[in-house]
């Protein structure tokens, strides 16, 4: 949908980089989630985030770093990449507990 | 925390047949259960979600059910067509938690 745009849609870097994957939402939905979806393991949960400025993690939160300063945008950067984050990245917001999760297009990050 | 295990990890079917394809969920307070499509590519498109407090729920050609005693849902799709190919994931959330938990995808192949 166009409510969520990430950005870059596709990113190739190298390790021991930072990187950093955007998400905009236009919807002012109060939750928003990072899941990397990799072969044999669906969609794993990363962070997420409930309203601005409240984050907590998810099932694989190692190697990332999260911040919502604004409710609308919901970054989530690799402070130093690794090949095993070689992966694609979808962002989700939902209005409420229980509502409809609505995912974004994905980035896919390459890091050699 | 909440464990999703779905089955099988493939399908192949004839177009017209039926599919099915079941979730299991190991938290009993698990009570908000989603499916996604995701076709190659694309990202997640919510295709159906029930409710701990309904048993079974229809939209045309799927329909889900649920089984709290055994805890299991499934997804049965009736007349498959070749566009019903996809990656199918199935998910699970409880209501004190603000996260969803999905299963590891099946792949739908449907055969003209």
């Known amino acids: 949908d166009a409510g969520i745009t990430q950005s870059p849609r596709y990113k190739i870097t190298e390790t021991g980089r930072q990187v950093t994957l955007m998400c905009h939402q236009t919807?002012?939905?109060?939750?928003m989630f990072w899941y990397r979806q990799d072969l044999g393991h669906g969609l794993r949960l990363i962070y997420y985030?409930?309203?601005?400025?409240?984050?907590d993690k998810g099932e694989v939160p190692d190697g990332y770093v999260v911040s919502r300063s604004k409710t609308e945008n919901f970054p989530l950067t690799l402070e130093s990449a690794t090949r095993s984050q070689t992966s694609v990245y979808f962002c989700?917001?939902?209005?409420?507990?229980?509502?409809?999760?609505?995912f974004g297009d994905g980035t896919r990050l390459s890091i050699l | 925390g909440e464990n999703v295990e779905q089955h099988p990890s493939t399908l192949s079917v004839q177009e017209g047949d039926s599919a099915v394809i079941k979730c299991t969920y190991s938290?009993?307070?698990?009570?908000?259960f989603p499916w996604y499509k995701q076709e190659l590519g694309k990202r997640p498109q919510l295709i159906i979600d029930?409710?701990?407090?309904?048993g079974e729920k229809k939209d045309q050609r799927i329909a889900v059910t649920l089984n709290k005693t055994a805890k299991h849902f499934s997804l049965h799709i009736t007349e498959t067509q070749p566009e019903d190919s996809a990656v199918y994931f199935c998910?699970?959330?409880?209501?004190?938690?603000?996260?969803?938990?999905f299963g590891t995808g099946t792949r739908l192949q449907v055969f003209p």
């Open positions: 989700a917001t939902r209005q409420g507990a229980h509502q409809p999760q609505h």
């Open positions: 998910a699970a959330s409880t209501y004190n938690t603000d996260k969803l938990i």
């Open positions: 919807w002012s939905h109060s939750y």
């Open positions: 938290d009993s307070a698990s009570n908000y």
């Open positions: 985030s409930a309203a601005a400025d409240i984050t």
């Open positions: 029930i409710r701990s407090n309904v």
